[in-house]
């Protein structure tokens, strides 16, 4: 695992998104993620039960992400966070500490790791700027954690 202010960030990350999921959600008591397999690279990510990703079969596995703290989350996760909050701290060292900036630094980081998403999600690969509120809050929720935990180390 990581050093423990990113694994604190992952922790911290996830629970605020079980939060904000809770209440856009309050009648859903679960987050299924299932795992797929690429036809092309033999890479297994895990997806929205919903989703049908182009090119992959299902293996069968599934989580609820909603029961798990983030240090649980499988490391397509948590590897995901960790690149994110470790961009985040990097730039909030470095003077930056607006939560717009911050937020959209990682919108981008998170796009970046996610391309193969892209088919599925499309309205979530634009611009920060572009994302509607409830997206936003998402990418400022990492902000506001980064900036607080990078304060306190």
């Known amino acids: 695992m990581c050093d423990p202010l990113l694994a604190y960030f992952i922790d911290e990350a996830h629970e605020e998104w079980r939060r904000q999921f809770c209440v856009e959600h309050p009648e859903l008591r679960e987050r299924v993620k299932r795992e797929v397999q690429m036809a092309n690279t033999g890479e297994r990510i895990w997806v929205n039960d919903k989703d049908e ?13 909603l029961k798990m703290r983030g240090s649980e989350l499988p490391s397509q996760f948590t590897n995901q966070m960790e690149a994110v909050g470790e961009c985040l701290f990097g730039t909030v060292k470095s003077g930056t500490t ?6 959209s630094i990682a919108h981008n980081k998170w796009m970046g790791m996610n391309a193969s998403l892209k088919p599925v999600q499309p309205r979530l690969f634009v611009q920060y700027e572009q994302l509607d ?18 304060r306190v180390s």
């Open 53 to 65: 990703l182009p090119n992959s079969t299902p293996t069968g596995r599934t989580i609820d992400i």
């Open 98 to 103: 607006d939560i717009e900036v911050l937020a």
């Open 133 to 150: 509120e409830i997206e936003k809050e998402k990418d400022r929720v990492f902000a506001r954690i980064a900036l607080r935990l990078a």
